[in-house]
């Protein structure tokens, strides 16, 4: 079990900066201004040889409980709770500020060990706010640059000292009742991203599924910013949840900080192997679920629909056939994808939502045998054969599956360039049906067979 390390201070000290200098990639978005950062990320880091668990928080303010800033600190303090050692992140070049003095009365009633580190502390300026950190009583500060990749020896140093305190019990072999795990297919997460509009109810739907309040959620549209991984457990099988920024159109985003939210969800979508795409059951089928919807789908993942606020509309609206057809004919490209009614406030459709995503899991890595395509091939074509373009014929020979993830299929034949779209719909429609790909995109390929008499004259 790796140790784990949370990074804390006020806004804008740079925490995000050094949790992706920490794991080694632009994970956390990092902007200028304050705020940015809102739930608690987490990813695997590594320091001169130190493997630990780093925890990126939001900045520590004080607030209300009941407000939006008051909700942000819970996920901070939950963070400080489950930490072994905790970075206090102080701005070199401001100096020590009275929030920086209140946080750290704070820290020293949570008991925790506590590691100060006077950033952005690459130039003169910072100098003078490194000796104020010594006035917090919390040992001696660390001055580092996140940013310029300055001091992360000393800072090492300093973990190092925490840390190998601990029992090295990870290094110990395993007792005589004791067995090494080993990892098979089952035993690898599923990768799930949920995306939908603003205000979909995406956190509120994770929180509901993992049990606890693990996200900032509330009535205010645009509340999450990052795309947040969480390990989960359904029926014996795991998964990483990522939540997502709600995705509005392109036209509509003038802000950077949005812009930078909407690409972090674009990313999860392509690291997602299912994605769930959560709509408003009290306004469904908005443009921006077809483009939302269109886009996963181009991207060649699994979708799966969830009809959220199931609990706020009437149950005729709602029937699962009705929901069925609805989404057949929005989304024909994905005909047979599962649509569950949910609710994150209630905990209703849940276990069904996660069940349709393992089922729909399988149906993307299932491959059809080439024997099995050819005859289906033939079949088809008997029943209707390909149009004739131009006067000349066209001849489908010989159909094979390269792959899966999503079902691929290339398809071989004389003058396939000249096969027009409503043939191809028809093979894609039949191979859905007959080989039972339902909800999943299906791609095919097109290639011309050798002509055997090209080079003789």
């Known amino acids: 079990m790796l140790p784990i390390v949370a990074i804390v201070g006020r806004p804008n000290v740079g925490k995000s900066t050094l949790f992706n200098r ?22 695997e880091a590594s320091l001169g040889g130190l493997e630990f668990r780093v925890i990126d928080t939001a900045g520590f303010e004080e607030a209300k409980e009941e407000s939006l800033k008051g909700r942000i ?32 009365d704070e820290l020293r009633r949570a008991g925790k060990p506590v590691i100060v580190v006077a950033n952005k502390s690459e130039s003169k300026a910072g100098t003078a706010g490194y000796y104020e950190a010594f006035e917090l009583g919390l040992g001696e500060p660390v001055p580092i640059s996140s940013e310029h990749n300055e001091g992360m020896a000393d800072l090492y140093g300093a973990l190092r000292e925490v840390l190998t305190q601990e029992p090295e019990e990870s290094e110990a072999e395993p007792s005589d009742g004791e067995t090494l795990e080993t990892e098979d297919e089952n035993a690898r997460p599923i990768r799930v991203a949920v995306v939908g509009r603003p205000n979909a109810g995406k956190s509120t739907l994770i929180n509901a599924l993992i049990g606890e309040e693990r996200l900032v959620t509330g009535p205010e549209a645009g509340i999450t910013r990052d795309s947040i991984a969480v390990d989960f457990e359904h029926s014996g099988r795991r998964f990483e949840l990522f939540d997502t920024a709600g995705l509005r159109r392109r036209g509509r985003i003038d802000d950077k900080l949005e812009r930078l939210s909407a690409a972090d969800a674009l990313r999860a979508i392509r690291f997602a192997e299912v994605v769930i795409l959560l709509l408003d059951a009290t306004r469904p089928w908005e443009e921006q679920d077809l483009r939302i919807a269109d886009l996963v789908l181009k991207e060649g993942r699994a979708l799966v629909v969830g009809m959220n606020k199931c609990d706020l509309v009437p149950r005729g ?92 299929f290339v398809l071989f034949g004389t003058r396939t360039s000249a096969l027009p779209d409503s043939y191809t719909r028809y093979l894609v429609n039949s191979l859905r049906e007959t080989f039972e790909f339902p909800g999943v995109p299906i791609r095919m390929a097109f290639r011309e067979s050798d002509n055997p008499f090209a080079k003789k004259k």
């Not at 996660?354 to 074509?381: D, E, K």
């Open 22 to 43: 920490l794991i080694g990639r632009r994970l956390a978005l990092v902007d200028d201004r304050p705020g940015v950062t809102r739930d608690r990320r987490e990813g």
């Open 73 to 104: 600190r819970a996920q901070t303090e939950a963070a400080i709770a489950e930490a072994d050692v905790v970075l206090f992140v102080l701005d070199a070049r401001a100096g020590v500020l009275p929030d920086d003095r209140a946080f750290a």
């Open 317 to 408: 609206e709602i029937a699962l056939k009705k929901l069925s057809e609805d989404s057949d004919h929005w989304l024909p490209q994905a005909r047979g994808m599962p649509v569950v009614p949910v609710s994150g406030k209630t905990g209703e459709g849940l276990d069904r939502l996660m069940q349709a995503v393992i089922a729909l899991y399988v149906v993307w890595n299932r491959r059809a045998s080439t024997a099995a395509l050819n005859r289906w091939l033939r079949a088809v074509i008997e029943q209707n054969s390909p149009p004739a373009v131009t006067g000349k014929t066209i001849k489908l020979r010989y159909i094979t599956q390269p792959k899966a993830r999503p079902p691929s």
